[in-house]
């Protein structure tokens, strides 16, 4: 049974750092697609950094390109995401995600190629 536990999460002021980070078991981690999806009132659901199976690939969305940074250990079948310079608009619930099928998946940004999610974590920027 797949299972992704986030945390990590908090209060940070604006232009603060946060660590999150995703624990998973279950499953052969090493084979999979990574991602972190975010869920905010006014954008829905969205991948905001993905990674593929060897971190060989990463992919950003536009709005935290060069400012949070995705990374898995594959021993120790944990998933990082790294958040410097945080916005307000960066507010919102990040979840851990598993890509549904193993090793390449055609849209990384996608967030319904992830089929398996975490509890989620909250991260809130304030002013």
């Known amino acids: 049974q797949v299972h992704l536990v986030e945390s990590g999460g908090g209060s940070v002021a604006t232009g603060g750092s946060l660590r999150l980070s995703c624990a998973a078991s279950g499953f052969s981690y090493y084979i999979y697609y990574m991602a972190w999806i975010r869920e905010t009132p006014d954008k829905g659901r969205e991948v905001v950094a993905s990674i593929s199976h060897d971190s060989r690939r990463t992919l950003y969305a536009d709005s935290v390109k060069g400012r949070l940074t995705i990374s898995r250990d594959n021993d120790e079948n944990t998933l990082t995401l790294q958040m410097n310079s945080l916005k307000e608009e960066d507010t919102g619930m990040y979840y851990c995600?598993?890509?549904?099928?193993?090793?390449?998946?055609?849209?990384?940004?996608?967030?319904?190629?992830?089929?398996?999610w975490g509890q989620g974590t909250r991260v809130t920027v304030v002013s």
């Open positions: 995600a598993r890509a549904s099928g193993n090793l390449f998946i055609l849209r990384p940004l996608e967030t319904d190629e992830y089929g398996h």
